[in-house]
Each structure stands twice: as C-alpha cells, then as structure tokens.
C-alpha cells in the first residue's frame, strides 16, 4: 500500500538576524578570542592530524632505527622539571631563560618550567639514577616535545618537538664525531641534503680570555649596536656572534675569531673531531660565528643546516648540538665529559613535504569482510582480530547493513577477495569467500577460513604475512 504523503504545515520564515556587528570576543593580550563559543588553538601551538601522521611516522620510525643501530637506548624525561633545572644549566642572559620559558608555580608552591629542551633533563636523569657508575659511555636518545614561548613564525612554534641523542662519559673527539655522523645519517636516510655547520668555543677559561677581546672589540664600535646587541654585549657577549643585525654580521668580518684562542688541548680536540669527519667523509663547514644559543657548550658545537633551503623564509636549522663538558657538574654530579645534539622534527617533516618526499603506504588491505545482521557482525568481529594476528590485512564497514553498499566498498579498495557471512552461514558455520576478479563464489567451513585465505593469497607469492602476534619468550 503506498504511503500517504503528509503534507507538513509551514512554518512562518524565521526573521533573518542581521548582524550589525561581529560578535564580542574577549581578546587576550595576544589578540586571540578567548570567550567564542569553539576554541582556538593557543598562537605557536598546532595539532598534527592523521593524515600527517604518515611522514611523522617515518621520521620517528627512521631516528628509532638509527639510534638502536648505534646502540643508543631511549629515554623518556618528564615534560615538567623544577625551573631552577634550566636556570642553572641554560644560563642567565639567554632568551630562553629571559623570555621565553613557560614557567608557573604548582599546587606545592614550587617553581616549575615546561621543559625548554631536554639535554639538562638527561644530565638530571643522568645523576639522579646514578649512572656515573654504569660502563661508559651512556649513550640515550629521546624524543618528544619542548616549549618556548618565543615569537610563531613558519618553522617556530611554542610547542614543537625534539629528538635528541645524548653521550655522556667520555671526552674523545671520536664521541663528538660520531654523533656528527649519527645526524648526517638520519638526514641521508630520510633523503634530505644538509650541511655540517661546526666551530669549537673551548673550554670556559679560553672563551673568558677571548671573550675579554671581543667585548674590547664591539666597545669601539658600540654606538652603532642595535639596543639588542648592545644588551648581549653586555650580558652574554657571546651570543653577539649569531646576531641577526646586519652593522653587527659586518662589524664581525673584523672581529676576533674564537678559534685563534682555543688552547693547545682545545685545538687538538677540534683538529681530531675534523680529521674523523674526513674520514667517513661527512662534508662540514667551519663557521667561525657558530656559537649555539645555550651557556653549557664546550668544545665543539655543530649544526645541521638544510642545504636546499625552501625558499620560503622558514628556519633553515634542522638540529644542532655540541659538548658540554660542565653540565652535570653544574647540577652538582661528579666531573663527567658529554656531548649530544637535538633535532628539530617540524622542521624535518616541513623540508620533506617541500622536497616531495612520502612515506611509504600502508599496504593496502586484500581481503574484504561483508557482514549480514548483527549474529555475522558478532562473528566478523572474531574472525578479524584472527586475520590480523594471521597478518592478513582484512578491510570491513561493520557500520554498513546492506551487501551492495558493502561491495561497492570492496570493489573500491580493490580487494582480491571479500568474504560474506549471511544469516544462513552463520547458522552453518560456513563463509562465502568471493573472487573479485572473476565473481566466482565458494563456501568454506568458517573455521578453515584464515589458512584457505592464507594460502590463496600468499602461497602463489612465495611470501608469508607478518604476524601481529606478540613473541612471547619462553
Ligand atoms: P636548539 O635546542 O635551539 O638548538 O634546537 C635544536 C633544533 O630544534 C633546531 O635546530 C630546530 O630545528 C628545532 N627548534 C628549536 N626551536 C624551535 C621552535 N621554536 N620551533 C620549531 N623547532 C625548533
């Protein structure tokens, strides 16, 4: 019998709002809408979606990898540390300790910081579980993110992430060299071109003596200074060698250079970092003004600096480190010799998007299940998880209740085979498996399915799937 049509009776047209002005917002001192009814991300942070998530995978999958070949172990380090951590170690007058650390006072009424970096918190970790007193070198590497309140721009976010190797124990060259390598080797993997930028600042007694002349030297010219330079010259003369300003990078061509200071053990250490770097043939550059922006370097200190910038005004800088000899005395451990470097993993995934690099697709699924009915759905449900165990990737649309639509999924993965559990299967303990190819059907005992899918699929290849089952020791 057709329906009768109901006929709904109208409703007056609502009267259009006219907006006579934006809506209120209140702003906060960064101009950001604070009371709308969504909510806005906070300036300089930024969600990584799903389908991002393809090329951070492998970043993070390649500086795993790496590090575990070189037989560096992972640590993870609180997000949260006292304040006085980076203090201490980062240095007074550096902008990360100025301006641009994220601290409050918790609940306790203790001073805490949201970690600016993470090599003071390996050196902590380093002291505090004692291992001083494990065989040297201890090699770890982290991964996870940082926070600076610094000024957004493209490449800089308040809250980005790091991957970071850290060697404490030993003070060889060689241990400096190698970490060079283990960076240039995580660039060349990910098909990426970047040069070594690396100068040596000595040990704390060589750079007083220099810094006493550079400081001379800026005097004499101190009137052009920017107010910036002039404050750096003042409070960490050192960090007026990566001023930004153009009078100050001329006023440096005739600077004094820190190499004509390094002392004798100083410029041994450098020379031999250099001549292994030879060795294994790893370009590198020597940059006179390259003094990283942090109080603890000694030594050699180094920068990944992506070769075929993207031209589109983003930080160029992929990573750096160097020595830093003093930390863990510093934060009251015994004497100990380090040296590390973090890596920038915003900026490695912006320079692989602009070179048009992609991570490899997921391998795309081979079997379809197509369910009819809630009993079948109960059933797919087990038969899945033993597809994905067996490592036979199986797509379904569970939501879905007609066989057509669930076909026409099928059709367009471009499965090979679908299977399909009906009612009447079901009750048999059978299953459908068709071939998409030539639409031939046959029904199979449902619980021989996975290895008659496996053998069909697999067998003709010569390859076996990998299995997600977890390796239990015995
Ligand atoms: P740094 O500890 O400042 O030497 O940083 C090491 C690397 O982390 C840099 O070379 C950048 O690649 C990355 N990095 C530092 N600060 C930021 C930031 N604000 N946003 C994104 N990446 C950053």
């Known amino acids: 019998m057709p329906f009768k049509k109901k006929t709904i009776p109208q409703k007056e047209p609502a009267p259009k709002k006219v907006l006579t002005e934006e809506p209120k917002k209140d702003l906060d001192e960064e101009g950001e809408g604070k009371s709308g009814k969504t909510f806005e991300l906070l300036r300089g942070f930024r969600d990584i979606l799903p389908e991002d998530q393809g090329r951070w995978n492998l970043v993070r999958d ?16 609180p997000i949260l540390e006292r304040s006085d951590l980076f203090q201490r170690t980062i240095g007074k007058g550096t902008d990360i300790v100025e301006k641009e650390m994220y601290v409050f006072t918790d609940p306790s009424n203790r001073s805490v910081a949201l970690r600016p970096e993470a090599t003071a918190s390996a050196a902590r970790a380093y002291i505090s579980h004692g291992m001083l007193d494990r065989p040297q070198p201890v090699k770890m590497w982290y991964l996870g993110p940082m926070f600076r309140h610094d000024r957004p721009q493209a490449g800089r976010y308040r809250q980005f992430y790091q991957a970071g190797f850290e060697s404490f124990g030993v003070d060889e060259s060689i241990v400096d060299a190698q970490l060079i390598v283990i960076g240039h080797q995580i660039f060349k993997q990910l098909g990426l071109d970047v040069k070594v930028e690396i100068n040596s600042i000595g040990t704390a007694e060589c750079r007083a003596a220099y810094l006493t002349e550079l400081v001379a030297y800026f005097r004499q010219h101190r009137a052009k200074l920017s107010e910036d330079d002039k404050r750096r010259l003042q409070k960490n003369p050192l960090r007026i060698l990566d001023s930004k300003e153009e009078v100050t990078r001329e006023l440096l061509q005739g600077a004094p250079q820190i190499l004509d200071w390094l002392d004798e053990k100083s410029k041994e250490h450098f020379m031999k970092v250099l001549e292994f770097l030879e060795e294994v043939e790893v370009p590198y550059v020597l940059n ?5 922006g942090l109080d603890y370097y000694t030594h050699s200190v180094f920068e990944f600096v992506q070769a075929d910038d993207t031209g589109d005004g983003a930080q160029s800088a992929l990573g750096g480190g160097g020595r830093y000899d003093g930390l863990v005395e510093i934060l009251g451990g015994r004497s ?27 391998p795309p699924a081979r079997v379809f299940f197509a369910q009819l009915g809630d009993a079948s759905r109960r059933v797919g449900l087990k ?4 597809f994905r165990q067996a490592g036979i990737p199986v797509a379904e649309a569970f939501g879905k ?18 299977l399909i559990l009906g009612q009447k299967e079901v009750l048999d303990g059978t299953i459908i498996i068709r071939d998409m190819e030539s639409g031939a059907q ?18 003709e290849e010569g390859v076996e799937p990998v299995s997600h089952s977890p390796v239990v020791d015995s």
Do not use: H, M, W
């Open 336 to 362: 100990t010799p380090a040296c590390g470097f973090a890596l920038g993993l915003e900026r490695i995934v912006r320079a692989l998007e602009a070179k048009g690099i992609n991570p490899p697709e997921r």
């Open 62 to 77: 390649t500086i795993r990898s790496i590090a575990e070949s070189y037989s560096f172990d992972r640590i993870d380090l």
């Open 401 to 418: 209740n007609a066989l057509k639509g669930q076909l026409e999924t099928a059709n367009k993965l471009g499965v090979e085979l679908t």
């Open 442 to 459: 046959e029904i199979v005992d449902v619980k021989k399915v996975v290895g008659l899918v496996k053998k069909k699929l697999y067998q």
């Open 288 to 292: 006179p003004y390259l003094v990283r």
């Open 383 to 386: 038969l899945f998880e033993e």
